[in-house]
C-alpha cells in the first residue's frame, strides 16, 4: 500500500477528495505494491483505484483520464526497499571485499525493480510466481539479467542456488510476453566457457530481438579469495579466443548480439569492436563499448590550444596503454602541455584487479608520490569515485588526496569530451 503525502493542487487527486494520510491500497483490484503501480497507472487512460480514507473507510472509483494527465500524488515512501541476492555465486566480487569498509559496498542487490529503474543487472533467482506476472502485468522492460548460463545444472552450481534452473522459464515467458532484456554472462574460465558460452548464445539468441544482446564480462578477482572456489585467470590467448568465437557466432547470427567487456580486448591487445556496433550502447555501465565510445568523443573534442601545464593521468594498469595513446593525441594538438600516464597497481585488491574504477585513493596516493616532482595537476575520471560522492572506495576524499599529494585533482565525467577538457584546458572549473 502507499500512503499519500501530499496531493497536488488542481489534480485529479484532488478532485476526488484524496488527502494527506489516505492510503492507495490497488489499482484495478491488484494491490499497490509500490511506486511502481502508481507510476504504471498514472500512465493509463482508464482504471480502478481502491483507497482507505483517514477515518478508516474504503472505497474504489474508476478513473477516466487523458494520458498525459496524472493524479497528482506524492507518498511518504516509494516501498523500494532493496530486495537481496540469495545466490552464493562462485564469483561474486563483494564475497572478496576485505573487511572493515563501508556497510553499503557489502550489499548484494538482486532486485527486479532496480533492474528495470536504473540497468541494474539480476538473477531472477528469488523472483516468486506472483513477480513474474507483476513485471509482465506493469510491462516493465527492459530488464537487465544475469543468465551466465543456460545449463540448467551448471547454473545451479555456479549461483548455489537449487531454483537457478528457472531462468530458461523465466526468458521463455518474459521474452513471450513482449518484456525486452538486456542478458550478461560473467565469464569464469573452466565453468562456462568455450562450448557452454556458446550454447548460451544460440539459446539466448532464440528469443531476439527480446534479448537484445548478450554480454560477457570476465569474473573481477581480487586477493581476498581464501577458501572461495579457484577460478583461472584470464591471459591473452585466452582473451584472444574469446573475440573469435564471438565474432564467429555475430557473424552467423547477422547481429551485432554477443558484445564483450573491453577488457577482452585490452588483454587480447586488439582493438575494440568499431563505433557503430555498439548500437544504443545498453550494456556501457557493465564495461561494455565504453572505449568506442570514449574513442569518437576524443577525436570529436581535439583542437589546436595552448596549455603550458605538467600533469599526471591517473589509470588502472589494463588500460594504460590506451590511455597513453589518447594522451598522446592530446600533446599533438595542445602547444606546452606534458603528459604522464600513471598506471596505478592496485595493491588494496590486488593487481589482477587492474581496471581504473576499482583504484583506491590510498593506491592513488602511492603511485603519485612515488612520481617525481614538477607536475602540478592529477586527472583520473570519475568511476574512481562511489557514485554522487567525492568519496574513493576506501573513504578517502577528493580534498585528501589534494592535500596529501600538493597537487590539483581533476575529476573527469568520464566522457573523451571531458578527458580532452581536462587535458587541454586551464579553466575547466569542475572537479579541481
Same mark, same amino acid.
Given at each position: 500500500m502507499?500512503?499519500?503525502?501530499?496531493?497536488?493542487?488542481?489534480?485529479?487527486?484532488e478532485?476526488?477528495?484524496?488527502?494527506?494520510g $489516505?492510503?492507495?491500497?490497488?489499482?484495478?483490484?491488484?494491490?499497490?505494491?509500490?511506486?511502481?503501480?502508481?507510476?504504471?497507472?498514472?500512465?493509463?487512460?482508464?482504471?480502478?483505484?481502491?483507497?482507505?480514507?483517514?477515518?478508516?473507510?474504503?472505497?474504489?472509483?474508476?478513473?477516466?483520464?487523458y494520458? /498525459?494527465?496524472?493524479?497528482?500524488?506524492?507518498?511518504?515512501?516509494?516501498?523500494?526497499?532493496?530486495?537481496?541476492?540469495?545466490?552464493?555465486?562462485i564469483?561474486?566480487? *563483494?564475497?572478496?571485499?576485505p573487511?572493515? %569498509?563501508?556497510?553499503?559496498?557489502?550489499?548484494?542487490?538482486?532486485?527486479?525493480?532496480?533492474?528495470? @529503474?536504473? #540497468?541494474?543487472? =539480476?538473477?531472477?533467482?528469488?523472483?516468486?510466481?506472483?513477480?513474474?506476472?507483476?513485471i509482465?502485468?506493469?510491462?516493465?522492460?527492459?530488464?537487465?539479467?544475469?543468465?551466465?548460463?543456460?545449463?540448467?545444472?551448471l547454473?545451479k552450481?555456479?549461483?548455489?542456488n537449487?531454483?537457478a534452473d528457472?531462468?530458461?522459464?523465466?526468458?521463455?515467458?518474459?521474452?513471450?510476453?513482449?518484456?525486452? %532484456?538486456?542478458?550478461? =554472462?560473467v565469464?569464469?574460465?573452466g565453468?562456462?566457457? #568455450?562450448?557452454?558460452?556458446e550454447?548460451?548464445?544460440r539459446? @539466448?539468441f532464440?528469443?531476439?530481438p527480446?534479448?537484445?544482446?548478450?554480454?560477457?564480462?570476465?569474473?573481477?578477482?581480487?586477493?581476498f579469495?581464501?577458501?572461495?572456489?579457484?577460478?583461472?585467470?584470464? /591471459?591473452k $590467448?585466452? !582473451?584472444?579466443?574469446?573475440?573469435a568465437?564471438?565474432?564467429?557466432?555475430?557473424?552467423?547470427?547477422?547481429?551485432?548480439?554477443?558484445?564483450?567487456?573491453?577488457?577482452?580486448?585490452?588483454?587480447?591487445?586488439?582493438?575494440v569492436?568499431?563505433?557503430?556496433?555498439y548500437?544504443?550502447? !545498453?550494456?556501457?555501465?557493465?564495461?561494455?563499448?565504453?572505449?568506442?565510445?570514449?574513442?569518437?568523443?576524443i577525436?570529436?573534442?581535439?583542437?589546436?590550444?595552448?596549455?603550458?601545464?605538467?600533469?599526471?593521468?591517473?589509470?588502472?594498469?589494463?588500460?594504460?596503454?590506451f590511455?597513453?595513446?589518447?594522451?598522446?593525441?592530446?600533446?599533438?594538438?595542445?602547444?606546452? =602541455?606534458?603528459?604522464?600516464?600513471?598506471?596505478?597497481?592496485?595493491?588494496f585488491?590486488?593487481?589482477?584487479?587492474?581496471?581504473? +574504477?576499482? @583504484?583506491?585513493?590510498?593506491?592513488? @596516493?602511492?603511485?603519485?608520490?612515488?612520481?617525481?616532482? +614538477?607536475?602540478? *595537476?592529477? =586527472? %583520473?575520471?570519475?568511476?574512481?569515485?562511489?557514485?554522487?560522492?567525492?568519496l574513493?572506495l $576506501?573513504? %578517502?576524499t577528493?580534498?585528501?588526496? !589534494?592535500?596529501?599529494? +600538493?597537487k590539483?585533482?581533476?575529476?573527469?565525467?568520464?566522457t #573523451?569530451?571531458?578527458?580532452?577538457k581536462?587535458?587541454?584546458m586551464?579553466?575547466?572549473?569542475?572537479?579541481?
Open positions: 502507499l500512503r499519500i503525502k501530499e496531493v497536488q493542487k488542481n489534480s485529479i487527486g478532485e476526488l477528495g484524496l488527502e494527506k $489516505d492510503v492507495v491500497l490497488a489499482f484495478d483490484g491488484h494491490s499497490a505494491v509500490d511506486i511502481l503501480d502508481y507510476l504504471y497507472y498514472d500512465e493509463k487512460e482508464f482504471f480502478t483505484i481502491t483507497v482507505r480514507q483517514n477515518n478508516g473507510d474504503e472505497s474504489s472509483c474508476e478513473i477516466e483520464k494520458e /498525459d494527465e496524472s493524479l497528482g500524488l506524492i507518498f511518504e515512501d516509494d516501498n523500494l526497499g532493496i530486495k537481496t541476492c540469495q545466490n552464493h555465486c564469483f561474486c566480487f *563483494i564475497d572478496q571485499m573487511c572493515g %569498509m563501508r556497510d553499503s559496498l557489502y550489499v548484494k542487490d538482486d532486485d527486479y525493480r532496480q533492474s528495470f @529503474l536504473h #540497468g541494474n543487472f =539480476v538473477t531472477l533467482t528469488n523472483l516468486t510466481k506472483e513477480d513474474e506476472e507483476r509482465v502485468r506493469l510491462n516493465l522492460s527492459p530488464l537487465y539479467v544475469s543468465v551466465h548460463t543456460m545449463n540448467g545444472e547454473r552450481k555456479m549461483t548455489g537449487r531454483f528457472k531462468i530458461v522459464g523465466q526468458i521463455d515467458k518474459f521474452a513471450k510476453n513482449g518484456i525486452t %532484456m538486456h542478458t550478461q =554472462v565469464l569464469a574460465r565453468y562456462n566457457d #568455450g562450448e557452454e558460452l550454447y548460451t548464445a539459446e @539466448l532464440k528469443y531476439y527480446n534479448v537484445k544482446t548478450m554480454a560477457v564480462v570476465p569474473v573481477g578477482m581480487t586477493k579469495r581464501d577458501g572461495l572456489t579457484p577460478i583461472q585467470d584470464i /591471459d $590467448d585466452y !582473451a584472444s579466443s574469446v573475440i568465437l564471438a565474432r564467429k557466432l555475430n557473424k552467423e547470427f547477422k547481429a551485432n548480439f554477443i558484445q564483450l567487456g573491453d577488457e577482452f580486448y585490452f588483454r587480447a591487445g586488439l582493438d569492436e568499431p563505433y557503430e556496433f548500437g544504443d550502447f !545498453a550494456q556501457i555501465e557493465n564495461g561494455v563499448g565504453t572505449t568506442a565510445k570514449f574513442l569518437k568523443e577525436d570529436e573534442n581535439l583542437k589546436n590550444r595552448t596549455f603550458n601545464k605538467k600533469i599526471l593521468l591517473i589509470s588502472g594498469t589494463s588500460a594504460s596503454e590511455i597513453k595513446k589518447q594522451a598522446q593525441k592530446v600533446e599533438q594538438k595542445t602547444k606546452g =602541455v606534458e603528459i604522464k600516464v600513471l598506471a596505478v597497481k592496485n595493491e585488491f590486488g593487481e589482477t584487479v587492474n581496471c581504473t +574504477g576499482l @583504484l583506491t585513493g590510498q593506491d592513488i @596516493l602511492k603511485a603519485i608520490k612515488n612520481c617525481g616532482d +614538477g607536475y602540478e *595537476i592529477a =586527472v %583520473m575520471p570519475r568511476h574512481v569515485l562511489r557514485e554522487n560522492t567525492n574513493f $576506501d573513504g %578517502m577528493v580534498d585528501e588526496l !589534494a592535500e596529501k599529494t +600538493g590539483k585533482i581533476r575529476i573527469t565525467d568520464g #573523451g569530451e571531458s578527458f580532452v581536462a587535458l587541454s586551464q579553466n575547466l572549473a569542475k572537479g579541481e
